[in-house]
């Protein structure tokens, strides 16, 4: 067929020039309509979601299937994903089998699998199946949930969920709290906590320059979270005071009372404590009851950091390790890490929600719902306005596995962790540098005439490298340690105990 363009150069009569005209505007029109009605063919619609859906359940079943079989950490070198990649976006629409299809070439032998029954490394982070499919229903609504009246259910689930993990965990009645993505963002909300609490809330409208230097206390054992925070609040690294730990690890009430006394003597003012059960490194826990007495003597803000080992104290037995949990001020605990709610899921914990509210709401007329001031408006809670709903997923987690069921992998994980310790402390080449805490111990490879710290760095190597199993090391009291955790949600017995055979295999 003639394009038109070649039509109109060769015609001369007026007639004959108008009636081209509008063929060539009908064909223009025709062309386009024709080659959008291709190009939204292949577009995506909301009604194909079903069948797409179905698609990528059938991937995650074989995923699922086949993830024993599969390396846990990632095996590749960097850069060589993204060179599998287009430099640039494309203009035009692809249909969703390409997509999927390169999905399945690219992506999984990419990942370092999180799941994985024999990821052993850093601290888990579970997806249990049925909060991975409340997830998919709240992808699906995609609800901005920063206010009661922009989802309403929303909001009401998660006070329920809240307090339904407030009674798992043996915590008192009265105690409320708030859903956060991360146990980063519920240290930091606390840390600012203490920051307005201590500058008698006045920090947020003068800023801190020419103020009193603010000073925080906590211990080397807590996580990075805890230094960032107080990078973000300004408070700054050098009035972050890292008070020394006693034997077990924990901060000694002896040297927090003398910190505090030389602050006040030198004009420095003492905002609060952050505690630890279950530090990252090697599962640290402060023993609780002497350091709270000195913070409510000191008028000082609390928060605990149970990020990983607050699951645990689902369990009544385990509760004495964090005994005076109760009189904190705040505390975190991730149900995406140990419990099974699938990530992102940080639930803080407050005995009074009003000073975090003091330090953090805002509320500008376009925020403002009309004729309920009093309703619960989460975003007031927390740093960003807008949050998804995350209380779904722990309604489902707990609904289909039940606290009993949310225990016993717990209780297992535990006792099949304290089994792998037992093997390797009974091994002549291995130590064992820091014994069981929860479901955590820590080792050196150590054969006889070699440097532990060489050893156990190259025998980390050969692990990881080889697959079958996944570890992380840290460094403890100078030494460099590999860290073992349990604690993935479909982990067996035999996982846990592969885990030695595959260490003292390459070991030698
Ligand atoms: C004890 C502890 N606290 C805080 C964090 C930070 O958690 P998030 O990634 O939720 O910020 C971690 C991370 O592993 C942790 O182990």
Sequence with gaps: MQCPGRIWRHCCSRTRRRNLEKISIRFLLKKAVGANKDKYEIEMKYHDYSKWSERASQWVRTYFETLRDQPVRAQTAPGEI??????APPEQATDMETILEDFERIVPEGMTHWQHPRFFAYFPANAAPASMIADQLTNAM????????????????????VDWLRQALGLPDGMTGVIQDSASSATLSAVLTMREQALGNSGNQTGLAGRERVRVYTSAQVHSSVDKACWVAGIGQDNLVKIETDGDFSMRASALQAAIDADRAAGLLPAGIVLCTGGTSMGACDDLPPLLGIAKAEGLYTHLDAAWAGSAMICPELRHI????????????????????QFDCSVQFLADPTPQLSAMALRP??????GHDEITNFNEWTVPLGRRFRALKIWFLIRAYGLEGLRGRIRNHIAWA??????????????????????????????????????????LVR????????LTQTLHNGKYVIRFQAGQFDCTRDDVMMAYDVITELAQ
């Design 82 to 87: 993204a060179a599998r990649l287009p430099i």
């Design 365 to 370: 007329s376009y925020l403002e719902t009309q």
């Design 463 to 470: 692990i990881n490298n080889d697959g079958r199993i996944y």
């Design 142 to 161: 995609a609800a901005q949930c920063m206010l009661w009246q922009t989802s309403p259910a929303a909001t009401e689930i998660e006070q329920v969920m």
């Design 418 to 459: 304290t089994e792998l310790h037992d093997k390797l402390a009974g091994h002549p080449d291995f130590t064992i540098i820091t014994g069981m805490r929860f479901s955590l111990f820590t080792f050196q490879y150590t054969p006889q005439d070699a440097d532990p710290d060489e050893k156990t760095a190259e025998l």
């Design 322 to 341: 964090w005994a005076g949990a109760e009189r904190c001020d705040s505390i975190v605990f991730n149900p995406h890490k140990w419990l099974g709610a």
